[in-house]
């Protein structure tokens, strides 16, 4: 579906992520798409969330998922993109990696809960951007009340 709404719309499509099983092992993946509706990128999320805070939320993605290893990377006309997901943006290392290979902007696809987002997510972002000098671009669902409910901020931050 990414495929064919990225080849209509000749656009870059950054899919946000999808659950993604291989030899035995589930991953949280982000998938990036051409204009000519062509795979250019996976990046599986390699930090996983997990939290327990007393009288508020426990969540462990690590009784399902596995970590990715690579970092991933794409080109748009001359700027190099690097993806990571969600908890990826709280580690400044992979940050680093990615410039270091020369990358100008990075993107975080994520779903911030209503916890840690108020507190954490304009902050994480801008701390991305000032430490590597890189655009940083977070995108989130909407809010919903049903369901999990995302803090729901997408934000471009310069550095």
Not at 9 to 33: M, S
Request: proline fraction near 4%; glycine fraction near 10%.
């Amino acid at each position: 579906m990414l495929s064919k709404v990225a080849k209509e719309n000749q656009v870059y499509l950054v899919g946000g992520t999808i659950p993604e099983l291989e030899n035995a092992k589930h991953y949280n993946t982000c998938t990036v798409w051409n204009p000519e509706g062509n795979l250019i990128a996976k990046f599986r999320k390699m930090h996983l969330f997990d939290i327990d805070i007393p009288g508020g939320i426990t969540f462990k993605e690590s009784d399902i998922l596995h970590g990715g290893d690579a970092l991933a990377t794409f080109k748009v006309n001359d700027v190099l993109i690097g993806i990571g997901v969600y908890y990826d943006l709280r580690f400044e290392e992979l940050a680093k990696l990615y410039r270091l290979k020369g990358c100008e902007l990075l993107i975080y696809p994520g779903a911030f809960n209503m916890t840690t987002g108020p507190m954490h997510w304009e902050l994480l972002q801008r701390g991305r951007a000032v430490d590597n000098q890189v655009f940083v671009m977070s995108i989130s669902p909407a809010r919903n009340e049903q369901g999990y409910i995302a803090w729901g901020h997408s934000q471009i931050t310069d550095p």
